[in-house]
Each structure stands twice: as structure tokens, then as C-alpha cells.
């Protein structure tokens, strides 16, 4: 009697499950398309017409979905189908900090930019001074952007240092460290905006976390290498990684040389980011000042963008960048062989300065992995390189965060 009971309740939740998976697709069909009709959402999802005309009547009522007119007839003649396009007033604000700049960022639910702003911000100033620029910017942009307070549906902020994302405190902030630590940004941010659902997370998971905006991405185990003013990585296997401490990722300080010199901002020696840094970069270039007076990199020594130049003047084969490209090639190596053996991903992107690198550095780095004897090359992690700006990833990794707790809420797909 027992296991038939177990069974009718299982056949019983099956229908509302199915109901709120077809409406899920249904929903994503028309965010995706600038207008579509019942048939080509059945034809693209073989869920009945009168199953979609349902759905899409749900949707109207939540205002989720309008009608946009009439299409054309088909060859055949008959009456033109309706069609229909997603509109949604609710908005997300993004906000990431960045090379002492604050990005504020309002976004329509179909990812579409509704305005910007930055502000100059110096890590010197205190941290009631950062509360200060955060707030009167926040309501700033609201007010420009003519966006009510109830059309406000999340905040994301994406801030550097050791965040524990599920409460939205910040362990430590190497930029700021006068801020203290355990900083309650979340908190503080609930009180002004309590309806509003709020995301505190890393800059480097936020910009990881926009992969997973597209498919090819999707339910991979893989590392997103963040390389900016600092370099750490984010984990994700279907969900990004955090940790116990927040600690999940942060590769930059992978001891790589205990001989090195150079003492990292951690208190250690010979950690990865500092071997890798613009001035271990500079430092090489100037260790040999005959070999740079005939090298084509003489010229780009002062560059803010020294990086990608060292990658261009390598591929068109100056010998001291090619020198130094090696150098780094290594270094990444090594780097990377640690990732293999504590996470073993599927896929590693490259994001930041180093995605630019050219293709001697990609040969450099794909012989100096071959030298781990252990690790199979038929099956190695695949590199990619993500050229897109930093600014744009946080802000597709902002939105990606809470676009999907709106459209995986249930009560999206209940009847009214």
C-alpha cells in the first residue's frame, strides 16, 4: 500500500514539474527572439499550440509578454499570426569597481544597457567615503534612468578581495586595508534597498560568471584566469566555487619560486602573479639594456599596455620579447599544471591582459605543459582566450547572477 501511495505522489507533482519546464522554455524563447508567433514556438519546442496561447496568456497577465501586431500570411493564404515579444520593466543595477573607477550599470532583463556611469574613487579615501560615492550614485543613476524604486528587481556589486558571497561580507580588501576587515556590504545595502535582491561577490567570480551566459560554456567543469592589476582565477563545475574562506581561485599567490626576492603584498616569495607582473615584465626587459637598445620593445617600456605589446613584438620576432614571452610561457605553465592536479577542468579561459597573448606565447606555453610527463595531452585542459574588456565581463557576470534567480522563480510560471 505504501509503495503505490509513494507512486500516485510522484505521478501527482509530475504535471505542475512539466508545466513550469514548458513555460521556462517558452518564456526563453520569446526573451530571445525581437518577436515570434505560437507556431514557431511550437515548432522550435513541440509543445502544443493551446499549451503555448496559455502560457503566453500568463505571461501577459504577470507582464512578462505583449502583443506586438500581426505577422505575414503564409503561402497558403489564411489568417496572419499574432505575434509576441518579451517586455519587462523590472531592471538590474551592476556595480564593480575597477583601477580606482566605480562602474554603475542599468540593465534590462533581455541583457540590453539602459545607462551608464563611472566615478572616480581613490582606495586611499575611508570606507564611509566609499559608502557615501556608493549610495548617492546608486539613486543617481536610478533617477536619470527614470526607474522607479519597484522596477529596481536586484544589485549587484562586485568588489576585489576575499568575499564570502553568501552573506555578502568582505573578508579583506587588499586595496583598501585600512577598511578593516569583515566588511557587511550586503547588510548595509539590504537596509536601503530591502525588496531589492542584493549580490555582493568578487570581481573575479563576477567576471567568471558571465561564461556561463553562453553555451558552449554551460555544465563545464573549467577556470576562468583572471589577469588585471593582480591575477587569481575562478572555479566553476556547474556552479561557481567558493570555499570555506573564500580562498577557492586565488592562483595569484601560487607560490611558483621560494628563491625569488621579490616579497608579494601576502608576505610570501615567489608567488605566481608577481612573476608574471608588468615589473618582473620590466625588470627582464631592462636586465640586459645592450640586448633592448636594438629591440623593438624599447619603445613600448613605458607603456601602460606593455603586455600586449611584448605579445605583438614576439610574433613578429624580436628576440628580447620572445626571451621574455618564454619567461612567461613557463611561468603559466606551472601555473597551470597546479590547476590541473588540485581541479583538473575540462576548459581554462584566459581573461584580462594575458588573453591577449599572441601566438608565439600560445606555442611557448603548449610545449612548456608537455614537459609534465604525467599529464595526458590528448586530454588536457582547452585554453581559451577571452579578449573582452574586464568592465564588460563583470557586468555580463552582474547580470547573468541575477537575471537567473528571476527567471528560475516558480511564481513566474504559477497561474495568476
Known sequence: MAKNEKK????????SD?????RKRILQIIRNEDFISVNDISEATKISRPTIKKAIQSFEDKGLVISVGKGASTNAGGKRPGLYSFYCEKVILCIYLENERIY?????????????REVPFRYGDTFEKFQDILISNMYLILKES????????????????FVERNIGIVRFYSKAPEWGRNLPIKAWLKELFPKQVIVVENLVRTAGRSLLLEEKYRNKRMAAIYTGAGISACYI????????????GEIGHMTIDYSDEE?????????????VSESRILNKLNENTNKLSCSTMKQWVESEDIIRHLFEEADKGD????????????MFSLMLKNIAINFDPEIIVMQGKYAYAGEYFKTELKEARKKAKFFPEETASKLYYDMRPLRELQKLGGYQELSKRFFDNPELYEEM
Open 146 to 161: 527614470e526607474i522607479c524604486y519597484e522596477n529596481l528587481y536586484g544589485i549587484s556589486l562586485a568588489i576585489g578581495g
Open 263 to 275: 616579497v608579494c603584498s601576502c608576505g610570501s616569495r615567489g608567488c605566481f602573479e608577481q612573476m
Open 104 to 116: 554603475f550599470t542599468i540593465l534590462s532583463m533581455k541583457n540590453e544597457c539602459i545607462r551608464e
Open 18 to 22: 512539466l508545466k513550469y519546464l514548458n
Open 8 to 15: 500516485d505522489s510522484k505521478n501527482v507533482s509530475m504535471p
Open 319 to 330: 628576440e628580447l620579447a620572445k626571451d621574455v614571452v618564454s619567461y612567461l610561457a613557463e
Open 237 to 248: 563545475d556547474r556552479e561557481v566555487l567558493t570555499g570555506r574562506n573564500a580562498l577557492i
